[in-house]
DNA sequence: ATTACTATGTTGCGAGTAT
DNA sequence: TATACTCGCAACATAGTAA
């Protein structure tokens, strides 16, 4: 193939962008890529034998700019990289779990009812849905999306930490993720809170697949 | 350096994602890359040796995911090539040539003039202003704007062909990089026109250097 | 079927040096 | 100074095959 000379074509690139002519030496750009002066020397000439750079050698140094082939290879990268990058991942996949109880606890705290209807949009169904999910899968689904925080508060008997939620819709209902402060960064189950109970509008079931959407 | 690890990594990245499994062999991998699978094979060793992915062994194949490492690589790569891409040369740089009188004579025409106005948004002064350009500058300059077709048409003496042109600024005047169809691609020399004769107004001389900004 | 070892090609790198 | 040879060595790729 070619990857041995998408570095150098990179540099290239950046010293005079696409078009324009760069006057240089290959001992000036071995110094600065830490390679020889040989390397740059036959990796050039092969360069321009590929049809990825123009080149013209002078008594005291060289001229180069960026052959057609040569920015056909950046723009390919280009584009691949970009589909990696731009791709949100709009679905997340996970296993309902039977609940533990606490989020029905933490739920009906007024101090917190009172910022999921003004910052999320909705009173939540006191209770959440647990949902069991691939840790990966997570960051890729909540890197594209708006944390929006719901601030802690303390009561006479006790601390309740923030929230970040995550606003999602579960089969076309407006809810959230809900990731308690201090969770581990290990945990793999979600809880999820909507303005109804999920589990017997949706006739949910524990082991069930469900899919989230943003 | 890693420089023969990226191909893969990106491979691995399109398949899945940055976040995802993939669940694939060897084999597989080394068939749609056209190497061999002991190529495969050492380099997966080495790229988790490297910190690039993750990958665990199964008698039946491999789960392999992109680790914090590889991460950075590709976006590294990406963030080096979007800067090369999304720079646009926004201002080109020529010398004042001596007209040559033709662009007096078919600016003129009442048919190029309509469009002018229609589509350029000014009445042109009849002539152009001639700027000897870097041939390369020019398409890095031009390939970031946006080209207006003026159309040609046919006298009972000539035939005048269709016009690209191109919004720019010159010293702050509205005009346009004007084309002529069929111009050599070899040409060296770009016609301006402006709503003014923008020799006089802003006192160019030959051999001036203008700066023209898109 | 897998992955990955060993042995053997092949290619790339760079020190020395010619031009 | 410069580019670009030659050539010894190291790195990479692959065929065969073990596990």
Redesign the pocket.
Known sequence: MGE?YFDLLVYIAKEKGLFNTLK?????IANEMK?????I?????DMEDLGLIKRE?T????SISIADGGRAVLKKNYLELEEIFKEKKLVLKGIIEKGIGEGKYYMSMKQYQQQFKSKLGFDAYPGTLNLKVNKVEVMGFLSSLEPVIIEGFTTKSRTYGSLTCYKIKINGIGGAIVIPERTRHEEETLEIIAPVHLRSKLNLKDGTVLRVKS
């Open positions: 041995e240089s030496s290959t001992s000036k390679v020889s002066q040989q390397t020397s036959r990796k050039l000439r050698v008594p005291n140094g060289l």
